[in-house]
């Protein structure tokens, strides 16, 4: 496991802990809710995750909103043009990692949740007939 997935999964997991949702079903979270700040960093880290590939730029399916941005930026050269580039692009990348984003949420909200119940002496067995999970004392 890389350290870059470690820093990753450390502040999804901090956030979960501090911003989520801790019900009888477990822990939850969604990216959405998350403010801006916090969005970014998950952003920040994803990134640096994929070894600072940039295919979120070039793939994303506003590109040439970032691209026309980025032109008007070039061209006019202005304190304001700069800023809205930086926020076209800023935007653009939240949504890009929006879905990874969640699902690595989920995935660490279920691995925190096991750890949980884990440590209260509880596990979760799933009705084979039914589907629904339920807590049992181990």
Same mark, same amino acid.
């Given at each position: 496991?890389s350290?870059?997935? +470690?820093?990753?999964?450390s ?24 403010d ?21 730029i070039?793939?994303?399916e ?12 070039? +061209? ?9 580039f930086?926020?076209?692009? +800023? ?8 879905k990874?984003a969640? @699902? ?6 279920? @691995? ?14 799933i ?8 807590l049992?004392?181990?």
């Open positions: 496991m350290q870059h997935y +470690k820093n990753l999964c502040v999804i997991n901090s956030l979960i802990l501090n911003e989520g949702k801790y019900t009888s079903d477990g822990y939850s979270l969604e990216y959405n809710d998350l801006e700040h916090d969005q970014q960093t998950i952003v920040a880290l994803f990134i640096d995750y994929d070894d600072r590939d940039l295919c979120s070039s793939e994303n506003k590109v040439d909103d970032i691209v026309s941005s980025l032109l008007v930026m070039l +061209k006019k050269d202005t304190h304001e043009s700069h800023e809205d930086v926020n076209c692009l +800023k935007t653009n990348l939240r949504e890009y990692y929006a990874r969640q @699902e690595l949420i989920n995935e660490r909200c279920a @691995e925190l949740t096991s750890d949980d119940d884990f440590e209260h002496g509880r596990t979760r067995i009705d084979r007939i039914n589907g629904e999970s339920r049992v004392h181990i």
